[in-house]
């Protein structure tokens, strides 16, 4: 089975920036179909917040345009979110999810979520 593990959250002021890493156990990178971030605030639904295909097209989500960027080390089997210019709305936990094309069809993977607060 594979694992996702998170890591880089933490509490910020407004206008900071973090990065978050999401780390496969084993490598799986080179075959994901699309990986991304997902995040939920407290009484929110959950949000997508950017993704990244294996062609490297990037998404993202309106509310955080221009201020992340998502981006994939195959090599590392790692994922990252660089999030820069931080604002209140953005606090909620994180998950990482990867979209991997095994033999028998796709498999999603999911990380434990990662807690970013943003606050003064």
């Known amino acids: 089975q594979v694992q996702l593990v998170e890591s880089g959250g933490g509490l910020v002021q407004p206008g900071g920036s973090l990065r978050l890493s999401c780390a496969a156990s084993r490598s799986i990178f080179s075959r994901n179909v699309m990986d991304g971030w997902y995040r939920q605030a407290p009484g929110k639904e959950r949000e997508l917040v950017a993704t990244?295909?294996?062609?490297?097209?990037?998404n993202y989500a309106v509310s955080v345009k221009g201020r992340f960027t998502i981006s994939r080390d195959n090599a590392k089997d790692t994922m990252y979110l660089q999030m820069t210019s931080l604002k209140l709305e953005d606090t909620a936990v994180y998950y990482c999810?990867?979209?991997?094309?095994?033999?028998?069809?796709?498999?999603?993977?999911w990380g434990q979520g990662t807690q970013v607060t943003v606050s003064s």
């Open positions: 999810f990867a979209k991997h094309r095994a033999l028998g069809g796709d498999i999603d993977y």
């Open positions: 990244v295909t294996s062609g490297g097209n990037t």
